[in-house]
């Protein structure tokens, strides 16, 4: 039971940071980049909801933000169509 609750609060956290329109509105305006807009509110979210990390990405699934900053405009590993077509994806990662 554990298990269905940490994936319904990292479907809440990522919804809630998917409406942010600062969020969204600096992932059109601006490139990737360690320092940008979306660096620090990610950071923010995931520090007040306790979480390792909060994966941001744009439309086609490059990497707006990660806890390593050498990652941020690489290609995530997920396929983000799903995501785009509002279905929800829930993975776990595989250091």
């Given at each position: 039971?554990?298990g269905l609750w940490a994936i ?20 059109v305006a601006s490139r990737p ?27 086609r699934g490059v990497r707006r ?31």
């Amino acid at each position: 039971m554990a298990g269905l609750w940490a994936i319904r609060r990292a479907h809440a956290i990522a919804e809630a940071t998917a409406a942010q329109p600062r969020i969204s509105g600096d992932l059109v305006a601006s490139r990737p980049s360690a320092d940008g807009l979306v660096q620090v509110a990610a950071e923010l979210i995931r520090r007040a909801t306790g979480t390792e990390y909060v994966v941001i990405t744009d439309t086609r699934g490059v990497r707006r933000w990660h806890t390593h900053t050498g990652r941020i405009g690489r290609v995530v590993s997920t396929d983000p169509s799903d995501v785009l077509a509002h279905r929800e994806v829930s993975s776990c990662p595989t250091h």
